[in-house]
C-alpha cells in the first residue's frame, strides 16, 4: 500500500484549466503515421486524474464539456466523447479512494482498464452510428496514456508541493 502525501498544498482552479487547455492542444495536434496508433487520449486521461485527485473540484460537467468540445474539434459524432468522458469521470469519481491507496503499478492498471473502457464507448458509438471496427491497434492509445500515468502524477503534483524550508536544512 502506498501512504499518501499530506504535505501537498490545495490544488489551484487555474492549475486545472490550464492542464485542460494543455490536454486539449496535444489531442489537436496533427498527428500521421504510426504515431495516430500510439497517440493518447490526453483528454481523457487529464479528466480521469483530476477526478480521481480533485473529485469535488472536477466531475461530469467538466468531463462533458470536454468531451463535447473534443467532438466538435474532430468533427466527430456529436456526444461521444462527452458520453465516454462522463463515464469516465463516474468511474474515476466512484473508484478515487480505492485508485489512491494502491502503488504506482496498480494505478497503472486500474487505469488502464478505465481508459479502454472510454475507448470502447467511444468505439460503440461510432459502430453503432455504421463505422467499420478499425482493429485493435485503436486501443494502443489507451496503453500509451495508462504508461504516461506516473510521469502525469509526478508533473501535476509539482505546483502543489511546499516550498522548502531553509530553517530544515
Given at each position: 500500500?502506498?501512504?499518501?502525501?499530506?504535505?501537498?498544498?490545495?490544488?489551484?482552479?487555474?492549475?486545472?484549466?490550464?492542464?485542460?487547455?494543455?490536454?486539449?492542444?496535444?489531442?489537436?495536434?496533427?498527428?500521421?503515421?504510426w504515431w495516430v496508433y500510439v497517440k493518447p487520449?490526453?483528454?481523457?486521461?487529464?479528466?480521469?486524474?483530476?477526478?480521481?485527485?480533485?473529485?469535488?473540484?472536477?466531475?461530469?460537467?467538466?468531463?462533458?464539456?470536454?468531451?463535447?468540445?473534443?467532438?466538435?474539434?474532430?468533427?466527430?459524432?456529436?456526444?461521444?466523447?462527452?458520453?465516454?468522458?462522463?463515464?469516465?469521470?463516474?468511474?474515476?469519481?466512484?473508484?478515487?479512494?480505492?485508485?489512491?491507496m494502491f502503488t504506482m503499478r496498480d494505478q497503472?492498471?486500474?487505469?488502464?482498464?478505465?481508459?479502454?473502457?472510454?475507448?470502447?464507448?467511444?468505439?460503440?458509438?461510432?459502430?453503432?452510428?455504421?463505422?467499420?471496427?478499425?482493429?485493435?491497434?485503436?486501443?494502443?492509445?489507451?496503453?500509451?496514456?495508462?504508461?504516461?500515468?506516473?510521469?502525469?502524477?509526478?508533473?501535476?503534483?509539482?505546483?502543489?508541493?511546499?516550498?522548502?524550508?531553509?530553517?530544515?536544512?
Amino acid at each position: 500500500m502506498q501512504s499518501r502525501d499530506f504535505s501537498l498544498l490545495p490544488v489551484s482552479g487555474v492549475f486545472i484549466i490550464i492542464t485542460f487547455i494543455a490536454a486539449l492542444l496535444v489531442n489537436l495536434m496533427p498527428w500521421s503515421g504510426w504515431w495516430v496508433y500510439v497517440k493518447p487520449d490526453l483528454v481523457a486521461l487529464v479528466v480521469l486524474y483530476w477526478c480521481i485527485q480533485q473529485p469535488r473540484k472536477v466531475g461530469f460537467a467538466s468531463a462533458w464539456l470536454l468531451g463535447l468540445v473534443m467532438d466538435v474539434a474532430e468533427g466527430s459524432l456529436f456526444g461521444q466523447h462527452a458520453l465516454a468522458y462522463s463515464v469516465l469521470a463516474f468511474a474515476g469519481i466512484v473508484l478515487h479512494r480505492r485508485v489512491l491507496m494502491f502503488t504506482m503499478r496498480d494505478q497503472v492498471l486500474h487505469v488502464l482498464v478505465l481508459l479502454l473502457m472510454n475507448d470502447a464507448i467511444v468505439l460503440a458509438v461510432r459502430m453503432f452510428a455504421g463505422a467499420a471496427f478499425p482493429g485493435f491497434r485503436y486501443f494502443i492509445g489507451s496503453v500509451t496514456a495508462a504508461i504516461l500515468w506516473p510521469a502525469l502524477t509526478y508533473i501535476f503534483k509539482l505546483p502543489q508541493r511546499p516550498a522548502p524550508d531553509p530553517d530544515r536544512a
